[in-house]
């Protein structure tokens, strides 16, 4: 691909670029977190014992103390799957806020563009501090 220097990609070759080469952007696996974090809550020690706890009460024939341990600790893992997912969408709501840009020259303009958007033959502005790219 042959890049005018002075004026950078044009829009026909922005558009054959991306349809060669794909985006700039890397795929990421969706995953269902709340089954992670489940089996993470499940699988804590603390956890764990306070079941055998209440496992031992049943045994025990104390019904009412095996059922209030499972009702709190249902209660407490409730609460820790919430606050967890709350915590996951604020994270990826602040990465989507500090989406980098870059300074590119495209038919002879200076634009500021979401990196995801950059081509293979993309004329950048790299400067040191202040971004003015003539």
């Known amino acids: 691909m042959h890049v005018n220097t002075k004026r950078g990609l044009s829009?026909?070759?922005?558009?054959?670029?991306r349809l060669k080469n794909g985006?700039?952007?890397?795929?990421?696996?969706?995953?269902n977190h709340t089954w992670i974090?489940?089996?993470?809550?499940?699988?804590?020690?603390?956890?764990?014992?306070?079941v055998c706890a209440a496992v031992i009460y049943f045994v025990l024939g104390e019904y009412k103390e095996g059922i209030i341990m499972l009702v709190a600790l249902s209660f407490v893992s409730g609460i820790s799957l919430y606050q967890e997912n709350k915590s996951r969408r604020a994270v990826d709501a602040l990465k989507k806020l500090s989406n980098p840009r870059a300074k590119v020259i495209r038919d002879g303009l200076t634009l500021e563009i979401a990196t995801e958007e950059?081509?293979?033959g993309d004329l950048?502005?790299?400067e040191d501090g202040n971004w003015n790219c003539k």
């Open 11 to 17: 829009e026909e070759e922005i558009v054959a670029s």
């Open 118 to 120: 950059l081509v293979i």
């Open 37 to 50: 974090l489940i089996k993470e809550i499940v699988g804590e020690p603390l956890f764990v014992i306070l």
């Open 23 to 31: 985006s700039n952007r890397i795929e990421t696996k969706t995953e």
């Open 124 to 126: 950048i502005c790299v």
